[in-house]
């Protein structure tokens, strides 16, 4: 198929969350994450860009888009959580914080008597490439578990980390499975997903991703703008949304969270709609891979089911004209990375979405946050689906191999 050619589009499946309640308040995020990525090398804030003709076309007065599609020399903004969650899970392990440590060579110098020690993890891409990262970072090894079916380009991409990569015969949670068997005193299991027993680590995941609101804030200051009055957050398990959540209902926002989801991995959505946490069958099939999830995270499911408004699920054309519209804006965001658009597309268009228009979030007086999570993690696609390489769209720091 001709990936540029105007397909129409299935339906957006539009929910208001029925078991919302905007007015619980989550504790502040904890300012010592923001000083710890702060360590990290190249650390910069991400550009939050302003997207006018976005906004015209969208008929808002202001898109803006947090591009985290390149996050500390990765195409993504995973890196965040695996680097805190990781450093929090050593401090645990050494039973101290190895501090005072000025960067992360400095750090890797101070814990070098560990060594040989690993961390694991399993992942459908970006979490494990960043444990492999900070793995390598700190002079450890690394044992990444993925799925049966995992694209070549996302197991070299981790491979060219240093990481051993084994491939599981089976899905998401089989490698998770997996994964959690490497536990021992000298490897550390680095999992974004919960399970029974083991919590602390996925939460602290969820807490490095709090810098990105933080800087938002930061930007938004800096510029003289308000406050956004929607932000549209990709989900996959709702790790990433939970953080979102601390953040906008740790305070008094009176803006609307709206999370997206591919149309056959909506599992926040039917949980939602559901009661309680509710899964969705595979096999998931979207190109927005990141989103492929069939079960909320019950380490996010409490901030997710009661702090987010709206729930939208989208089709693959509609990533596919966000990859593009986004490129047109100068932002180069992979299938996952351009959710956050495609849902702002089905919000502005679709019959099935009328509800959201008459909230009245779309008004020309409106702001509109977009989180783009992820870069130009698959190339051959990319370009497929753009027409152009991702050097020719935006300044490309990151290399994705
Ligand atoms: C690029 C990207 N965006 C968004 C998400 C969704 O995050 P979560 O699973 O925490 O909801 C993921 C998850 O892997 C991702 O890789």
């Given amino acids: 198929m001709n990936e540029t050619a105007a397909v129409s589009a299935p339906e957006a499946t539009l929910l208001r969350n029925p078991l919302c309640r905007p007015e619980t308040r989550w504790p502040a995020p904890d300012p010592a994450v923001w000083t710890f990525h702060r360590r990290m090398p190249a650390y910069r804030e991400t550009t939050l860009f302003d ?60 814990i070098s008597y560990l060594r ?43 491979q060219n980390e240093g990481a051993t990569v084994t491939v599981v015969d089976g899905d998401y949670d089989a490698a998770v499975a997996r994964s959690a068997e490497e536990a021992s005193d000298r490897c550390l299991v680095i999992s974004d997903t919960s399970w029974p027993g083991y919590d602390v680590t996925p939460r602290r995941v969820v807490d490095g991703y709090t810098t990105i609101f933080l800087e938002v804030e930061q930007a938004l200051k800096a510029a003289g703008v308000g406050e956004p009055d929607a932000v549209i957050v990709p989900m996959g398990v709702g790790a990433f949304m939970s953080a979102a959540v601390g953040y906008y209902r740790s305070r008094d926002w009176k803006g609307s969270l709206v999370g997206v989801e591919p149309a056959d991995a909506n599992c926040v959505q039917v949980s939602a709609k559901a009661g309680e946490m509710t899964a969705v069958p595979g096999p998931h099939r979207s190109i927005m891979v ?14 997710v089911s009661t702090g987010v408004d709206w729930m939208v699920s989208v089709g693959d054309e509609r990533a596919r004209q966000g990859m593009r ?28 979405t009328a509800a959201f228009r008459e909230s009245g979030l779309l008004g020309p007086d409106k702001t509109i946050l977009l989180m783009v999570t992820e870069g130009a993690t698959d190339r051959g696609n990319y370009r497929a689906v753009v027409g152009r ?13």
């Avoid at 591009?67 to 101290?96: D, M, N, V």
């Avoid at 993890?121 to 979490?127: M, R, S, V």
């Avoid at 990141?290 to 901030?303: K, Q």
């Fill in 290 to 303: 990141g989103l492929n999830c069939g079960l909320p995270s019950p380490v996010a499911w409490p901030r």
């Fill in 51 to 110: 997207c006018p003709d976005l906004a015209r076309r969208y008929g808002v007065g202001r898109v803006l888009v947090k591009a985290e599609t390149q996050r500390l020399g990765l195409p993504s903004f995973k890196i965040l959580g695996a680097s805190w969650a990781s450093y929090r899970a050593l401090c645990e392990h050494l039973g101290f914080d190895p501090e005072p440590w000025a960067n992360i060579n400095d750090l890797a110098r101070r």
């Fill in 325 to 352: 519209e986004l490129a047109g804006a100068g932002v180069v965001a992979g299938e996952t990375g351009a959710a956050a658009l495609a849902a702002l597309i089905a919000l502005h268009g679709d019959a099935s």
């Fill in 116 to 158: 040989p020690f690993s961390f694991a993890a399993a992942t459908d891409g970006n979490h494990g490439r960043a444990v492999a990262f900070m793995a390598r970072l700190l002079g450890f090894q690394c044992h990444i578990f993925v799925p049966a079916g995992t694209v070549p380009a996302r197991i070299h991409a981790i």
């Fill in 389 to 401: 390489p991702p050097e020719e769209v935006g300044t490309i720091l990151t290399l994705a191999h």
